[in-house]
């Protein structure tokens, strides 16, 4: 899947529909009360919803397509449990050995933020 913007003529325009107006004793406008709607004209492209189930699946296939793009070494097995949706740990770390990003903030292997003590 991939994500697409929203094309309309008049992109994000908004009607505001006022429901109410409270005045203070001089006259002057308070607060207001409005209804909010799409006045975009034609839509060409109603774009990619942004919800969790999009996004959801999403990173799902992003994780997947790494893993096996990596292809099946012990360094890169890992449990994925689909059934609460949820990476573990072993999981998280081996994507992130899969991808270099071992270095985080370990200045004996040359990442991070170590002091070089001077």
Request: charged share 20%.
């Amino acid at each position: 899947m991939a994500f697409q913007n929203r094309q309309a003529e008049h992109l994000n325009r908004k009607k505001l529909i006022v429901r109410d107006i409270v005045k203070d004793s001089s006259g002057n406008i308070v607060s207001l009360t409005v209804d909010v709607e799409r006045a975009e004209g034609r839509v060409s492209v109603e774009g990619t919803a942004l919800n969790a189930d999009t996004l959801n699946a999403e990173i799902k296939n992003a994780v997947k397509s790494v893993v096996s793009a990596i292809g099946p070494t012990s360094q890169t097995q890992a449990v994925y449990d689909s059934s609460t949706k949820v990476a573990t740990t072993e999981f998280v770390w081996n994507v992130l050995i899969a991808l270099g990003h071992t270095k985080i903030n370990n200045p004996s292997t040359g990442g991070g933020s170590g002091s070089s003590g001077t």
